[in-house]
């Protein structure tokens, strides 16, 4: 059993919904990076998304893209990423999940980048860029390491494109709970209670509902329809103003919201 499969059984036996953090390599360094890690899965984090920045981050909002460009000035790599996630994993045993664009994979060679990647301790694999008529490459590949691919649906996705991505998931199925970037948003206007009840009919893996959740209501809220709601823009904002102890907390009280 994946370590993810193993942290949703035990969500489940305990009657909890998960949280799942989000925060960028390299922002402001991988050295705080591995710092925030800790911290989140100290806090209560059940799985934590690193992602790896890319100079055309097109799912992402303003918060997550300017994280982005702060980690591409400091010079951070997919290599060293990948490192980084290496001395992760020595310190946290929480699923680690990598989010990155198809591009830096392609350029570091899928069979390379998901061999070093499982080496290193990742558990999971998220390419919001990627189409699911492509993806075969990557599903394989991935697999074949011990590592889930991940697949985002949105509220547009049709039941037959549903069917489709959710017959090959790894997992657990992330659903976008809008159509647009990331980023915090006082209110969800999409219908999550029939979104996540369709994606449902078509798989028995963990469903989380992320995009646009700001703070522990909001993710109490979210959590109604879900097995575990992603929280990336208010935690990363946080990151970039330097308020480490914030994030912390912000982990903490979302983690207590969903008990």
Do not use: W
């Not at 949280?19 to 059940?46: C, F, H, Q, S």
């Not at 991935?142 to 997992?171: E, N, Q």
């Not at 798989?203 to 646009?212: D, H, K, M, S």
């Amino acid at each position: 059993m994946s370590r993810i499969a193993e942290r949703f059984r035990r969500l489940g036996e305990r009657g909890e919904k998960g949280l799942i953090t989000y925060l960028m390599a390299g922002d402001p360094d991988l050295t705080r990076t591995k710092e925030l890690v800790a911290r989140m899965a100290g806090a209560g984090a059940d799985i934590i998304e690193i992602g790896i920045p890319f100079s055309d981050p097109l799912a992402d909002g303003p918060v997550i893209q300017a994280a982005a460009n702060r980690a591409l000035a400091n010079g951070i790599t997919v290599r060293g990423v990948l490192q980084a996630v290496g001395q992760m994993r020595k310190e946290v045993d929480l699923p680690l999940v990598l989010m990155t664009y198809y591009n830096p994979v392609l350029q570091y060679g899928i069979e390379r980048f998901c061999r070093d990647a499982a080496e290193n301790g990742a558990d999971g694999l998220i390419v919001p860029d990627l189409p699911h008529e492509e993806s075969g490459p990557l599903r394989e590949c991935s697999s074949r390491c011990g590592i889930d691919l991940v697949p985002l649906v949105a509220p547009t996705s049709t039941p037959a494109r549903l069917a489709a991505i959710c017959g090959v998931a790894r997992g657990f199925i992330y659903c976008v709970s809008v159509t647009g970037v990331t980023g915090m948003r006082e209110k969800i206007e999409t219908d999550l209670r029939a979104f996540a009840g369709l994606v449902r009919r078509y798989t028995e893996l963990p469903v989380a509902i992320g995009f646009g959740v700001s703070g522990p209501d909001a993710a109490a809220r979210v959590a109604t329809y879900c097995d575990a709601v992603v929280v990336g823009s208010a935690l990363v904002r946080l990151i970039g103003r330097g308020a480490y102890e914030e994030v912390e907390k912000l982990t903490a009280s979302l983690k207590a919201a969903l008990l």
